[in-house]
C-alpha cells in the first residue's frame, strides 16, 4: 500500500516518462507535489524502491525502471493528475514500461566533523546541506561528515575531506566506520575485530591502534565515498 505522495510522485513519473520519454527533475516533482525540499522526494524515490515500483538499471547511471503500477492505476481509482490515463504495455504477463533517467544528486546533511586522529565530541546536529553523487549511494540513509585530522591519510582521507557514510550499526572487520568510543567522542577509523575485543586501526603509521572492549564502541556509520574540495 502506498501512501498519498508516493502514488501521486509514482503517477506523476510515468505519466512525464510516456508524454515526454523523459523523467522529470526533482525540482518538477518537488514543484509538482508541493513539497519544501527535494529530501522529500529523493525518500519518496527510495520508498517506492524499496516497495518494488522503481528499480535501479544495473551498469546504468541516472537511470531508472518502473516496475509495475499500483492496481488501482488501471482500475479507475484516483490517480495522481487529474485526467492522466497510463498505457501499459502488457507483456509476458507483466507490464513493460521505458526506463526513466533519473538525478543524479541526493542532498545528504553534514553532521559536523568527525577526527581522524584524537577522537572528538559525538556528532549531534545538522550543520548544511551538499549535493552528492547517487552513483556513491544505495538503499539508506546516509550522511557527511567533515575530516579534521590526519589519521587516514594512507587510505587516502585527508583534513578537510567531506566522507559519505552509511548510517548501521553493524560493520565487518576491515570496513572503515564511524566508531562512538565509550559512547561520548566519535572517530573515523578500520575496524578490526578480534574476539571479544574491537581495534580501531588508523592508516598513518605515527599513529597506534587502539585496543576496546565489544562494550566500548558502538558503530554508527561505515564509509561509502568521499568529497574533496579544492581551494
Not at 509538482?32 to 528499480?55: C, M, N, Q, V
Not at 487529474?82 to 513493460?96: C, Y
Not at 533519473?102 to 549535493?131: C, F, Q, S, V
Amino acid at each position: 500500500m502506498l501512501t498519498r505522495k508516493q502514488h501521486e510522485l509514482l503517477m506523476f513519473i510515468h505519466e512525464r516518462i510516456q508524454e515526454t520519454g523523459v523523467s522529470p527533475s526533482f525540482d518538477e516533482m518537488k514543484e509538482a507535489l508541493d513539497l519544501a525540499s527535494k529530501s522529500g522526494i529523493h525518500r519518496l524515490i527510495t520508498a517506492l524502491e524499496e516497495r518494488g515500483f522503481i528499480r535501479r538499471l544495473a551498469h546504468r547511471a541516472r537511470a531508472l525502471e518502473v516496475t509495475k503500477l499500483p492496481e488501482q492505476a488501471t482500475a479507475g481509482a484516483p490517480r495522481g493528475r487529474a485526467g492522466f490515463k497510463p498505457d501499459v504495455i502488457e507483456g509476458g504477463g507483466g507490464r513493460a514500461l521505458a526506463p526513466l533517467a533519473a538525478n543524479d544528486t541526493r542532498e545528504l546533511p553534514l553532521m559536523g566533523k568527525i577526527a581522524a586522529g584524537t577522537p572528538i565530541d559525538a556528532i549531534e546536529h545538522e550543520t548544511a546541506r551538499y549535493p552528492v553523487p547517487e552513483s556513491m549511494l544505495g538503499l539508506g540513509e546516509h550522511y557527511l561528515l567533515e575530516i579534521e585530522g590526519d589519521s587516514m591519510i594512507e587510505a587516502g582521507i585527508l583534513n578537510g575531506d567531506m566522507v559519505v557514510i552509511k548510517s548501521t550499526d553493524n560493520a565487518s572487520s576491515g570496513e572503515i566506520v564511524v566508531a562512538l568510543v565509550e559512547g561520548e567522542h566519535a572517530t573515523l577509523k578500520r575496524l578490526r575485530k578480534k574476539g571479544a575485543s574491537i581495534a580501531l586501526e588508523p592508516a598513518n603509521r605515527n599513529y597506534e591502534t587502539k585496543i576496546y572492549g565489544s562494550d566500548q564502541v558502538a558503530v554508527q556509520g561505515k564509509l561509502v565515498g568521499l568529497m574533496r574540495r579544492y581551494h
